[in-house]
């Protein structure tokens, strides 16, 4: 079971360096997190947003 706190500290470097945006949900009693880049123009990739959707669904999305 990860805690929300062990699962930020995975994601620490694409958080402060700002390179990647980072989706954290709860699924269960346990954090999962994923991190998405953007396009050259700002946008999300077609998969990426694909992916998001996944995760916000009322459903728990599968791990990746």
Do not use: C
């Not at 062990?6 to 709860?26: C, P």
């Not at 880049?37 to 459903?59: C, F, G, N, Q, V």
């Amino acid at each position: 079971m990860a805690s929300l706190r062990d699962t930020v500290k995975d994601y620490q470097d694409e958080l402060r360096d700002g390179i990647a945006w980072v989706a954290f949900w709860k699924q269960g009693r346990s954090w999962n997190a994923e991190y998405f880049h953007l396009d050259m123009d700002d946008t999300l990739y077609p998969e990426d947003r694909s992916r998001l959707e996944e995760i916000k669904a009322p459903t728990p999305p599968p791990l990746s």
